[in-house]
């Protein structure tokens, strides 16, 4: 197992390489100077020609570039081109924000794909296997930012039961930190529980009418213990692959959601600094989310050889 | 330990009629199927692949997929209770326990995600209530009386470390860990090594006869049978053509198909001749003729076989049936089979 850890950390490199090397090039694509708003009103020429030596942007952006991977490598992000506050630090922040967001949407999406999804595989063909369908299938196609709006509609300002905005972290107060979370990871749930529901389904279904389902049932095992020891077992070995892929789905793809419940999460970062042209911070987040992502993967193989008996070398 | 090979006394095992369909099928894939079983007796069921012999099985264990199979007839009365009627509590409580089952297919039938000990303690505890601890020691017990070595050792492997002969055991082992009454075992070698499968049919007939306990195996290959059956229930397409004690069928089969089948064995056949076959193949359930499912291949079949179906008739030698209406067939033709 450590040889493939080995293995996928080097194979992990030339990825990031080639993620520095896109955002870096798609960002200098975008129309737009950053300096601009910096100059201020006037946009004194001789201003902007200062800052842009100060920031180095007068250099080709090949040199621009090995200078950041330089300064990267290093371990120095750089700082927001607005805020002049470090890179590291911004991300610091807004991530916890951002994985206990994720954290929440995860356990409301398994909490409610996984059982669905056994039920409806036992229960195929009947009414219930069809409910939910539906329901899943509608939980696909809603988008995430209108039932975000509908929910803080209804909950928030109607009914005033939750606060429509904000972010308070679990580590300072539970009971605000769930008032505050538990909107916007149910909608990032629901979305997520609609994927995992199928998935169990078609994974309960592939492996009910396995010969060891039959044992256990020759065993004399009640039925309840069939499927929810030996058929959801091995069931549950792609869906642990699937959850901690969608974990680093979600650590990316909270954009919108965060925007509708102005949460102070990584999403919002980085939107927040795409439109302002912050070149630094744009950088240090995309970079934070590949690492994030090539985790995420590394860590669904891991599991899915812990779980895999199979896999296992002993 | 009394040894059953004659009219054993009280029944394990009494099926009357049973009759199974599947959806969509217009027809019954097996067909008022009966037979008795007496104490430490072995039933061998025979016939070719689909002729509804594993379904059989299935059946009387309450194993049958339903939908799509249907029971629509029939009882299976083990020890005087109906197992086909009877609700699934209390059938999982003799599933198991008094009723236990090895399967075909040993790679597959074992859970790749738990360790054998496991799965066996688990049909201990299941049944008798009894610790986690107990219910592996009873494992390692079993293991050891189906030879397998370093049984210790075995006990926290997965399936996947172990052989195909190795894994059949584990499924004997799981199978007789509660000593049932009944064993049916489903064509058990038949996934197997041709070495392999004469040691698993040896240890199967010495646990067998050691526990005393009753058994139907489920074969197509007749040299199994020769072996260890004392009576013989021959198939074709889901009826019972012929039964009777394994002597009986082999020296004087009486239906043409269960002669064709004893003709086909080489071992057995003399060396007279050639290879006796029997022309053509099943047909497809939707097929089946109406009258003697056999007739459309027997070549001693006429318009009554084709209308008619005939009932199962007691032959001149005691509990041997045979369900034709031209038997005896020396009748017809002299020295046939040879």
């Not at chain 1, 059982?115 to 063909?125: D, E």
């Not at chain 2, 040896?202 to 049978?225: C, F, K, N, S, Y």
């Not at chain 2, 199962?312 to 017809?332: D, M, N, R, W, Y």
Request: aromatic share 6%; glycine share 8%; hydrophobic share 50%.
């Amino acid at each position: 197992m450590w040889s493939l850890i080995l293995r996928r950390l080097l194979v992990a490199i030339p990825t990031l390489f080639l993620v520095m090397v896109f955002v870096f090039i798609l960002q200098r694509m975008l129309p737009g100077d950053p300096l601009l708003v910096m100059a201020g009103e006037e946009r004194d020429p001789v201003v902007l020609e200062e800052l842009r030596k100060l920031y180095g942007f007068d250099r080709p952006i090949p040199v621009q570039f090995l200078i950041w991977l330089r300064e990267v490598a290093t371990g120095n992000f750089g700082a927001s081109l607005r805020t002049g506050a470090p890179v590291t630090e911004l991300i610091a922040q807004t991530l916890p924000v951002t994985i206990q967001l994720a954290v929440a949407s995860l356990i409301i999406a398994l909490l409610i794909g996984i059982p669905t999804g056994v039920l409806s595989a036992v229960k195929k063909g009947t009414w219930l296997d069809y409910l939910a369908n539906a329901i899943s299938l509608s939980g696909l196609s809603i988008p995430n930012f209108w039932l975000g709006i509908i929910l803080i509609l209804f909950v928030s300002v109607n009914l005033r039961w939750l606060p429509a905005s904000g972010f308070v972290s679990v580590f300072d107060d539970p009971v605000e930190a769930f008032r505050t979370t538990i909107m916007p990871a149910f909608v990032l749930g629901t979305g997520l529980a609609a994927t995992l529901m199928r998935h169990t389904r078609s994974a309960m279904l592939e492996v009910l009418r396995l010969d060891y389902v039959r044992t256990a049932r020759a065993k004399g095992l009640l039925e309840s213990k069939v499927i929810l020891k030996h058929a959801l077992r091995n069931a549950l070995v792609p869906i642990v692959t699937l959850s901690t892929l969608l974990f680093g789905q979600l650590l990316a793809g909270a954009v919108l959601t965060e925007q509708v419940f102005t949460i102070p999460g990584f999403g919002k970062l980085i939107v927040d600094a795409v439109f302002n042209r912050d070149y630094g911070v744009v950088q240090g987040v995309v970079l934070c989310t590949a690492v994030a992502f090539i985790l995420m993967n590394l860590i669904a193989d891991v599991l899915y050889i812990v779980i895999n008996p199979r896999l296992r070398t002993t | 330990m009394e040894a059953g090979v004659s009219a054993p006394t009280g029944d394990v095992l009494a099926v009357d009629e049973l009759t199974i369909r599947f959806d969509g099928h217009g027809v019954d894939l097996v067909d008022r199927a009966s037979f008795r079983l007496g104490r430490g007796e072995t039933l061998c069921l025979v016939g070719e692949s689909g002729c509804g012999k594993s379904i059989t099985a299935l059946a009387v264990m309450g194993l049958l997929a339903s939908p799509p199979a249907r029971i629509t007839r029939g009882r299976a009365l083990f020890q005087g209770e109906d197992l086909l009627s009877m609700p699934r509590k209390p059938l999982a409580d003799l599933r198991g326990n008094r009723l236990a089952m090895i399967f075909q297919e040993p790679m597959t039938s074992l859970n790749p995600a738990f360790r054998i000990g496991d799965q066996i303690a688990e049909a201990v505890v299941r049944h008798h209530g009894v610790s986690q601890q107990e219910g592996r020691a009873r494992a390692l017990d079993v293991l050891r009386r189906v030879r397998i070595p370093a049984a210790e050792k075995r006990l926290d492997a997965y399936p996947h470390q172990l052989s195909g002969g190795m894994r059949q055991r584990v499924m004997i082992a799981m199978a007789l860990v509660n000593r049932p009454d009944l064993l049916i075992a489903d064509e058990p070698t038949t996934a197997l090594d041709v070495t392999i499968q004469a040691q698993i049919l040896a240890l199967i007939a010495e646990l067998q006869r050691e526990a005393g306990m009753a058994m139907i195996l489920v074969t197509h290959d007749l040299g199994v049978v020769a072996e260890v059956a004392d009576r013989v229930a021959v198939m074709y397409a889901g009826r019972f053509v012929e039964t009777g004690p394994v002597d009986a069928i082999f020296s004087d089969p009486q239906h043409p198909y269960a002669l064709g089948l004893i003709g086909s064995l080489p071992s057995l056949g003399k060396r007279e001749g050639r290879l006796a076959t029997i022309a053509g193949s099943v047909p497809p359930p939707q097929r089946f003729p109406a009258g003697c499912r056999f007739a459309t291949r027997c070549p001693f079949a006429d318009e009554r076989c084709a209308r008619e179906v005939p009932p199962l008739v007691e032959t001149s030698t005691p509990g041997h049936q045979v369900a034709c209406f031209k038997a005896p067939l020396e009748i017809h033709v002299g020295g046939l089979a040879a």
